[in-house]
């Protein structure tokens, strides 16, 4: 083992974990305020915003994320409205591509388990609540949501995983983030099993932070069920 | 344009049909054999996780802690350049000098494999929990040998409570083939590159590799929602 390289290969590394964060952080902001959007079609009473609501998460969870990062990084400048349109200089630079093309892709996934945590709420405490004359806004922010959010946490702390670990694709639209580090030093070294492996160290790291904050999180929403 | 689309993606001679439905037919190829590759780890995976033995426990539990943890493009990339550099020092130490790769092919389905043989491990595992302890000790008491319970018993049920995370698993080994584009095997993603790179029709052709996808992942999903119900129809009643 050459600890003196590791150690090199770390404080390398470690330079694009900012990166690496900033593109799941956004986002997971950005796909949760999407998939709320979805998951309120998915619901709707009305038949044709189902429909709608079914086929975007077809689509975003039947297609490889690849492909997706790809018809927004090279496909969106053929679109000659969208080139001529104020969105063109953010859409030229490859972070916000990735950026829209993950937080499409986990939107779809989040409206789903938005939907579940939403369904799994027992009827009879909805029930319940509109007997004693709760309704719209005062129904969900007493009864559902609180529930659907402890029933959804775990879900969508997983989803947060999955995301991360998508993230390493925006390497592949040059983006320098962990993965896009090790593959810039690999092709310069030709070190490849120590340099793939202290990046691969990194995300497990950060799988782990995320995971123990998905669950000190859980903790602190659900006191009821703490044994 | 709508005209000339058609034509790009037709079969003609100006078409890009034939080689695009060729990579999707190689794309499935390398799902198809990273799932079973996958099916065999996870067994393999399940069984240790399962064991009595604490050692062995540690060695599923630090597999499926790995490959699900690391980004699967970093796989590849390991073994994309890891298992030409070990080939390679493994051919100089057998006295054949010079560089020496390995089928792209080969190493994508090895990657993805291995990162599908960790979620599948889970799969059967929990499966496997799901199992009623006396079914296996009725097995016992009527004096079924240990090959036979696990060819009787344990596994069709395994594999029924099984099945529908081994369809989601499907689904994501499938889309995560086009990993494979990156280290240049020519599946549908890389052969869609190469048609928009010619054509300069990126929006196109990513477009219907898309659809391709799309197709082959609803196709077999539904088939395993078949074959789910044939395996639920012997535990009706």
């Not at chain 2, 993606?9 to 996958?38: I, N």
Request: hydrophobic share 55%.
């Amino acid at each position: 083992m050459d600890w003196a390289f590791l150690f090199a290969t770390a404080k390398t590394l470690l330079a694009g974990v900012p990166l690496t964060l900033e593109l799941a952080v956004t986002s997971l902001c950005v796909g949760f305020v999407l998939a709320v959007g979805v998951a309120a079609l998915a619901g709707s009473r009305f038949a044709p915003a189902r429909w709608v609501a079914a086929l975007y998460v077809m689509l975003f969870q039947g297609t490889p994320l690849l492909v997706q990062i790809f018809i927004v990084y090279y496909g969106f400048g053929q679109i000659g409205f969208l080139r001529a349109s104020f969105l063109w200089p953010v859409l030229q630079q490859a972070y916000w591509c990735a950026v829209l093309a993950l937080s499409l892709n986990t939107s779809a996934y989040g409206a789903e388990i938005i939907r579940g945590a939403i369904a799994a709420v027992p009827a009879r405490e909805i029930e319940a609540g509109r007997a004693i004359g709760m309704s719209g806004l005062l129904l969900r922010r007493r009864i559902i949501w609180p529930q659907a959010l402890q029933y959804g946490l775990a879900n969508y702390g997983n989803e947060a995983i999955l995301l991360l670990k998508a993230t390493s694709l925006a390497s592949v639209i040059t983006l320098m983030d962990v993965t896009g580090l090790a593959y810039r030093l690999v092709s310069k070294t030709y070190r490849s099993e120590e340099i793939f492996m202290v990046a691969g160290l990194i995300y497990l790291g950060l799988t782990f932070v995320i995971a123990a904050g998905v669950h000190l999180l859980e903790r602190r929403l659900t006191p009821c069920r703490r044994v | 344009m709508s005209a000339q689309a058609f034509t790009l993606v037709g079969f003609g001679p100006e078409g890009w049909g034939r080689l695009l439905l060729l990579a999707a037919g190689l794309t499935l190829m390398a799902a198809l054999c990273s799932f079973v590759l996958g099916s065999l780890l996870g067994a393999v995976g399940a069984a240790l996780k399962l064991s009595s033995s604490r050692s062995l426990r540690w060695i599923g539990t630090f597999y499926t802690t790995v490959f699900r943890g690391v980004p699967e493009i970093l796989v590849v990339y390991l073994f994309y350049f890891g298992g030409s550099l070990a080939l390679t020092r493994l051919m100089h130490l057998a006295g054949f000098p010079g560089f020496f790769s390995l089928p792209s092919f080969i190493i994508g389905v090895v990657a993805i494999g291995l990162v599908s043989g960790a979620y599948q491990t889970e799969a059967y595992r929990s499966a496997c929990l799901r199992l009623e302890r006396g079914q296996i000790e009725a097995g016992k008491a009527c004096g079924m040998s240990t090959p036979v319970l696990l060819w009787r018993v344990i596994a069709p049920q395994t594999l029924r409570f099984a099945l529908p995370a081994l369809g989601n698993i499907w689904q994501s080994v499938l889309k995560e083939t086009a990993l494979l584009s990156i280290i240049g095997l020519v599946e549908l993603l890389r052969q869609s590159t190469i048609a928009s790179g010619a054509t300069r029709q990126p929006l196109l052709f990513y477009g219907v590799a898309g659809l391709l996808y799309l197709v082959m992942g609803q196709t077999t999903a539904l088939g395993f929602r078949r074959v789910e119900k044939r395996l639920a129809r012997c535990w009706e009643r």
